[in-house]
């Protein structure tokens, strides 16, 4: 079992960026995939970007995923925020094997932090 802790969120203008930290209580890097997913309220959890256990991480659009397997922690950065990009945002881990694909379902995810708010305004 692990515990997930977000931080990193806040409030930023349209235009800027924040970089998300999903913090493990033990090893993430190598052991799950790891997801990053955005919920706004009364709809249901959208995926935004995943990394697979033992794959380097990778950049999908706005989002690119980066970790610190020291710290095990894993990132992801959004760029060009946008005012619907306020939501609050959770990452998940996964229990697979190595070098599969990393779920898109939130289905698919053993476990969640309590998630971190970001909003985008002016």
């Known amino acids: 079992q692990v515990q997930l802790v977000e931080s990193g969120g806040g409030t930023v203008h349209p235009g800027g960026s924040l970089r998300l930290a999903c913090v493990g209580s033990?090893?993430?890097?190598?052991?799950?995939?790891i997801g990053w997913f955005r919920q706004v309220p009364g709809k249901e959890r959208e995926g935004i970007h995943c990394?697979?256990?033992g794959i380097s991480p990778t950049v999908k659009g706005r989002f690119s995923i980066s970790r610190d397997m020291t710290k095990n922690t894993l990132f992801v950065e959004i760029n060009a925020l946008k005012p619907e990009d306020t939501t609050r945002y959770y990452c998940?881990?996964?229990?697979?094997?190595?070098?599969?694909?990393?779920?898109?379902?939130?289905?698919?995810?053993?476990?969640w932090g309590q998630g971190t708010q970001v909003t985008v305004s002016s």
């Open positions: 990394i697979s256990r």
């Open positions: 033990t090893d993430i890097s190598d052991t799950y995939h």
């Open positions: 998940g881990a996964a229990r697979a094997p190595p070098v599969t694909a990393c779920p898109t379902k939130d289905s698919d995810y053993d476990y």
